[in-house]
């Protein structure tokens, strides 16, 4: 699976940004897609994901704020950030998770797109 992401940029606070993430190859596999965030000398964190059924989750600081979709017939996953923050500057990553079956045994694997910088600031 390899995942390509865009979208990121410079805002005001309060401004909104859309983030797409395109996959390709195997994409059958993927169970969830989602969008992870990292700054620098912290872990990368989960923002907010969607499973192959539609059904998402997100992190409470972006509750309200930001919202994931997904176009399957573009196989392609979506990061709507509006009332942008300060503290949402990040590099955000785009994530697929994959589950397959060989001889019986369940193998999972995470994949990750290059990722594309946030920044929020006046």
């Known amino acids: 699976v390899q995942l390509q992401a865009s979208g990121g940029g410079l805002v005001q606070p309060g401004g909104s940004l859309r983030l797409s993430c395109v996959a390709s190859?195997?994409?059958?596999?993927?169970?969830?897609l989602g969008w992870y965030r990292q700054v620098s000398g912290k872990q990368r964190e989960l923002v907010a994901a969607i499973t192959s059924g539609g059904t998402t989750t997100d992190a409470g600081s972006v509750k309200g704020r930001f919202t994931i979709s997904r176009d399957p017939a573009k196989n392609t996953v979506y990061l709507q950030m509006n009332s942008l923050k300060p503290e949402d500057t990040a590099v955000y990553y785009c994530?697929?998770?994959?589950?397959?079956?060989?001889?019986?045994?369940?193998?999972?694997?995470?994949?990750w797109g290059k990722g594309t910088q946030v920044t929020v600031s006046s």
């Open positions: 994530n697929a998770y994959t589950i397959t079956y060989y001889s019986g045994s369940k193998i999972e694997r995470d994949y």
């Open positions: 190859g195997s994409v059958f596999r993927i169970n969830r």
